[in-house]
């Protein structure tokens, strides 16, 4: 089995990517809490953020450098509580921008962005949260090829995106509480995409064009996939990479704990499913970035391993990602 990545703190929901010939990882960073286990997630109360980086992905890790805080709870205007999974992103301008989901002053989850001259922080915050912003999971894709810059959202449940069923696609309405809508059930019911905005040169706010959805479609019937497909459907942890002319979106399932993928020649989509690359792991949630270093491919994802279970104390660990000639994604067993 492979080990944790990072063993000083308890870390989750791990964001890779290469700048400077290093992979930083910008993760979540659990903490001890006697908060119940609930389906809200309110016993992930997360309080700030570290920034971790290293020039080798093979054990036993000892070039992983943590270079501190670089964002807290109290530096952010708007926030009330839990800094959930980050992703950064190089701008035009050479800068360094930090996504981040938290609740704000009325207990929703919006999306905000900080800035810093280096890829390991410090980062300043904007007052505000990005304008149309909803939900968790933000995860950052500057196109290889075009340089064009997206943000990818949504998470279900705790996450509220199922509280936003109702309005236009580009002026959703928050319907109301975690108790108040449901996720979508029953046969004829679709699932509810996750979520994508092209964000506009300044990368603080997303383009003209707003939120659209991200479709997934199931290959067999060329229809979205459905709401009761748990094995298939959205649930958070979205994440964009890029290898030749297909774009790759992965995510998790959720309450079925896959980590899955589905491919599209357009970084909006429509994207069609393509398999599971990582299965059930140690722990209630799976959460991951894919990043191409030094030749190779990773998936970094976390478990529970660190804390012998308990499920909101995770730690990062990172695995070797494969593809296969027709390009479907998968990971070794662990030996």
């Not at 007052?127 to 999971?137: A, K, L, V, W």
């Not at 398999?275 to 059930?280: F, H, S, V």
Request: aromatic letters at 14%; charged letters at 25%.
């Amino acid at each position: 089995m492979t080990p944790p990545l990072i063993t000083s703190i308890y870390t989750a929901d791990p964001s890779a990517h290469v700048f400077n010939g290093r992979v930083y990882i910008y993760p979540s960073h659990d903490r001890e809490t006697d908060i119940a286990f609930n389906d809200n997630g309110d016993q992930y109360d997360m309080a700030d953020y570290h920034v971790f980086s290293t020039s080798s992905l093979e054990p036993p890790y000892t070039d992983v450098v943590d270079h501190g805080v670089v964002l807290r709870t109290e530096d952010v205007p708007w926030v009330s509580k839990q800094l959930w999974a980050p992703d950064a992103a190089q701008g035009p301008d050479g800068r360094f921008y930090l996504y981040f989901p938290a609740r704000d002053r009325e207990g929703v989850f919006r999306i905000g962005v900080a800035v810093g001259d280096k890829p390991e922080g410090p980062f300043v915050p904007d007052p505000e949260p990005i304008p149309g912003s909803f939900s968790i999971d933000p995860a950052s894709f500057v196109d290889p090829d075009s340089g064009d810059a997206y943000l990818y959202f949504g998470g279900l449940w705790g996450g509220q995106l199922q509280c936003y069923q109702s309005g236009t696609n580009a002026d959703l309405k928050f319907d109301g509480a975690w108790s108040g809508p449901q996720e979508p059930k029953g046969a004829d019911a679709k699932a509810l995409f996750p979520k994508v905005a092209k964000l506009d040169r300044g990368m603080r706010k997303f383009d003209a064009a707003g939120v659209q959805d991200l479709v997934i479609l199931a290959p067999e019937t060329g229809e979205p996939v459905a709401a009761d497909d748990h094995d298939r459907r959205f649930f958070e942890a979205a994440w964009m990479h890029k290898r030749g002319d297909t774009y790759y979106f992965s995510y998790s399932t959720g309450d079925t704990h896959y980590l899955v993928y589905a491919t599209s020649k357009s970084p909006t989509g429509p994207f069609t499913y393509g398999g599971r690359i990582l299965e059930p792991v140690l722990g209630w949630t799976t959460h991951h970035s894919i990043v191409e270093f030094q030749g190779r491919w990773w998936l970094f994802h976390h478990d529970c391993e660190l804390s012998k279970g308990v499920n909101h104390l995770r730690c990062v660990k990172v695995r070797e990602l494969f593809y296969d000639d027709e390009g479907k994604m998968f990971t070794k067993p662990d030996e």
